[in-house]
C-alpha cells in the first residue's frame, strides 16, 4: 500500500528564481549550498527533459551514498515538477518505490514550495525516522536557496 507525507516550506524569495536555483539548477548549487550533505549532482541522461536522469551523491552524514531519480513531469510555466527514484538510497531496502511532485506558487513578495512525496515501504519496515529526516533535509535544502537567493538578488531573475 502506498503512503505520502507532504509539506508546505514558505519562503521570501521569488517563485520563479526559486524554483529555477532548486529544482532546475540543483545539480550545480546543492553541493555549494549543503556541502555537508551533497558531495556532487551529475546528470547521467537527457538535458532537463522529462526522461532525464540525474545521481546526487552524498556525504557520510547521509546513511547512504547516492541516489538517482528521474524527471517524471515538469511545467515551467506552472513551477511543478515531479521525479521518481530509480536507483539507491533506501530503495529495494526500505522502500518499494518513491516519487515526489513539487510546486512553487507565488506568495505575497515571496512563494510557498508545497511538496508531496509518495512511497511504497517495504512490509514490515518503519520508515518514519526516514521520513522526518527527509523532510528536514527539504526543508533545509530550499531556506539555503532562500538565502542564497535573497543575499544575490540578481541570481536566476
Known sequence: MSSSWTLEVETKASAAALFKAAFLDWHNLGPKLTPEIITGVTLISGGGEPGSIRQINFTPAVPFGFLKERLDLIDREKLELKISIVEGGDLGIKIESASTHIKVEHKGNGSIVKVTATYKAIAGVDISEDIKKAQE??????????????????AYA
Open 137 to 154: 533535509g527539504f526543508i533545509k535544502s530550499v531556506k539555503a536557496v532562500e538565502e542564497h537567493l535573497i543575499a544575490n538578488p540578481g
